[in-house]
């Protein structure tokens, strides 16, 4: 190949090259005289655009910058089937990945990197499917009330760093669906300790499980708060009554616990109408008549 043929090829495919994070395949120097692993393959003759992208992809370069393509191949010669996505296939995937992941305030070391996406694309986890990951999970519980996180973190073990956030909800075998169980479990346990009531996991996601809106859950903890003098236990009353059963009376409708919530209330009013002052005891002091 003439000289300035080879040339020409040359600064074709180091462009390229260069485009696709590939430039440690070719160097010029100060002078604009070309070297490296692509000159060196045209002078040897290797002189056909297709002879030179089959050179490329067993070069350790190409494998580390694109090693989702090599093993992706990999799986499909064993037999595996899928998708085998080129070069710019995973630029663009990546790209739209690292955009949602910036705006969502994600910390960089999810992004800086082409193989920070690898694990995320053999997991056939679509750009779209990567953002709700991040919005249901890292937004949410960064952007939520400190009672939700706490919880969220005590629940699911993520620990109080956003890395360990980022990746609780960038895990492939968690779903959507599961992260927004999660949060919606971790809001209904916040909500409780906010309003000094307080809850257990358990009780949590049989709330997340209602169809109740946040403001729904919020309002709920409101009313089983403003029962708090009931839960308290006066002389002579000798049925135990709990937060929980206020939980369980207000979110879950149960009769059984909203029978007992009534009859302490009932009871409570025909005592302060007979009695002077129209005051009760309890075990944490005198108790006014409009207090229950």
Do not use: C, H
């Given at each position: 190949?003439?000289?300035?043929?080879?040339?020409?090829?040359?600064?074709?495919?180091?462009?390229?090259?260069?485009?696709?994070?590939?430039?440690?395949?070719?160097?010029?120097?100060?002078?604009?005289?070309?070297?490296?692993?692509?000159?060196?393959?045209?002078?040897?003759?290797?002189?056909?655009?297709?002879?030179?992208?089959?050179?490329?992809?067993?070069?350790?370069?190409?494998?580390?910058?694109?090693?989702?393509?090599?093993?992706?191949?990999?799986?499909?010669?064993?037999?595996?089937?899928?998708?085998?996505?080129?070069?710019?296939?995973?630029?663009?995937?990546?790209?739209?990945?690292?955009?949602?992941?910036?705006?969502?305030?994600?910390?960089?070391?999810?992004?800086?990197?082409?193989?920070?996406?690898?694990?995320?694309?053999?997991?056939?986890?679509?750009?779209?499917?990567?953002?709700?990951?991040?919005?249901?999970?890292?937004?949410?519980?960064?952007?939520?009330?400190?009672?939700?996180?706490?919880?969220?973190?005590?629940?699911?073990?993520?620990?109080?760093?956003?890395a360990q956030l980022?990746?609780?909800?960038?895990?492939p075998e968690r779903?959507?669906?599961?992260?927004?169980?999660?949060?919606?479990?971790?809001?209904?346990?916040?909500?409780?300790?906010?309003?000094?009531?307080?809850?257990?996991?358990?009780?949590?996601?049989?709330?997340?499980?209602?169809?109740?809106?946040?403001?729904?859950?919020?309002?709920?903890?409101?009313?089983?708060?403003?029962?708090s003098n009931v839960?308290?236990?006066?002389?002579?009353?000798?049925?135990?009554?709990?937060?929980?059963?206020?939980?369980?009376?207000?979110?879950?409708?149960?009769?059984?616990?909203?029978?007992?919530?009534?009859?302490?209330?009932?009871?409570?009013?025909?005592?302060?109408?007979?009695?002077?002052?129209?005051?009760?005891?309890?075990?944490?002091?005198?108790?006014?008549?409009?207090?229950?």
């Amino acid at each position: 190949m003439a000289d300035d043929a080879a040339r020409s090829q040359f600064d074709t495919l180091a462009a390229t090259l260069d485009n696709i994070g590939l430039g440690a395949l070719f160097s010029v120097d100060g002078s604009g005289n070309p070297s490296g692993w692509l000159w060196n393959q045209i002078q040897a003759g290797v002189d056909t655009d297709e002879e030179i992208a089959v050179a490329i992809k067993q070069t350790d370069v190409y494998k580390n910058r694109f090693s989702v393509i090599v093993e992706q191949e990999k799986r499909v010669r064993e037999g595996g089937g899928g998708y085998i996505m080129n070069e710019l296939d995973v630029l663009n995937y990546e790209e739209e990945v690292r955009g949602y992941m910036v705006a969502a305030g994600l910390p960089p070391s999810f992004y800086d990197d082409p193989q920070d996406f690898t694990k995320l694309i053999l997991s056939n986890l679509s750009p779209l499917e990567v953002q709700k990951k991040v919005v249901a999970a890292f937004d949410y519980v960064v952007s939520a009330p400190p009672e939700v996180r706490t919880a969220f973190e005590e629940f699911y073990g993520v620990g109080s760093g956003d890395a360990q956030l980022a990746a609780w909800a960038l895990d492939p075998e968690r779903t959507v669906s599961d992260i927004t169980k999660a949060t919606r479990t971790a809001y209904a346990a916040g909500m409780s300790e906010r309003f000094d009531i307080g809850i257990d996991r358990a009780t949590a996601e049989r709330i997340a499980d209602l169809p109740l809106t946040e403001g729904g859950i919020t309002e709920g903890m409101k009313q089983v708060a403003s029962l708090s003098n009931v839960f308290r236990e006066g002389i002579g009353e000798a049925t135990d009554i709990t937060n929980n059963d206020g939980v369980s009376s207000v979110f879950e409708g149960n009769a059984d616990a909203q029978t007992a919530i009534n009859r302490r209330v009932g009871e409570r009013r025909s005592i302060e109408r007979s009695a002077t002052g129209g005051a009760i005891i309890t075990r944490e002091g005198v108790v006014g008549s409009g207090s229950s």
